[in-house]
């Protein structure tokens, strides 16, 4: 559970719709998760443990169950909140400083519990990409607009804009700012 979590986060790491203005280098900016991400977690985390706690005074007290039954009935649901709210903690402290040279790109910060820092000049990167990609929220999917600077390693990979598809500046604007992006690092379209 805590893997498919990680997962689901990681993909909103660069939540929020942002643009970045590559025209005056060097800039320096702060990427983190959505702030709704580590409460939406800890509120979770919260409800499983309190859960738990009720159902063990209940079942304990009826006399219905052996009391092994009754911890086996509480642990997973303290167990899942303990680890929500351990998830939750670990995203609200993450964060990922972006630092732009004429030469390449700085990144230091922490996610989870990586930790990240590292140096990459723009020739390491395979390009600047451009995509619709498809997020799940809740029960619905939403299709945001990115172009990321793309390094052969995914999680080094960098977003330069995201915006959500039904605000979004369509597809041809999309290709120009990618080209754009592109023509001011020196690196190629993909």
Not at 77 to 104: E, K, M, N, Q, W
Not at 161 to 178: I, M, Y
Request: a positive charge; proline letters at 5%; glycine letters at 8%.
């Amino acid at each position: 559970m805590i893997a498919l979590l990680k997962r689901q986060l990681e993909v909103w790491r660069w939540v929020g719709e942002m643009e970045l203005d590559l025209s005056r280098l060097p800039i320096t900016l702060r990427q983190a998760p959505a702030p709704l991400n580590a409460m939406l977690l800890a509120v979770l985390g919260l409800a499983g443990i309190v859960t738990a706690v009720v159902a063990g005074a209940v079942l304990g007290t009826s006399g219905q169950l052996h009391s092994t039954a009754v911890q086996l009935l509480t642990l997973p649901p303290l167990g899942g909140g303990i680890g929500l709210l351990y998830v939750a903690v670990l995203s609200h402290r993450s964060r990922r400083d972006l630092a732009f040279a004429s030469d390449g790109v700085t990144v230091r910060g922490r996610w989870l519990r990586r930790t990240e820092n590292w140096y990459a000049p723009y020739s390491a990167f395979d390009g600047v990409e451009a995509r619709a990609e498809r997020v799940l929220r809740g029960h619905f999917y939403r299709i945001f607009q990115v172009i990321e600077l793309r390094h052969p390693e995914p999680e080094k990979s960098i977003p330069l804009f995201v915006c959500a598809a039904d605000s979004g500046p369509g597809e041809t604007v999309l290709r120009q700012k990618a080209r754009d992006y592109a023509q001011a690092i020196g690196i190629s379209v993909l």
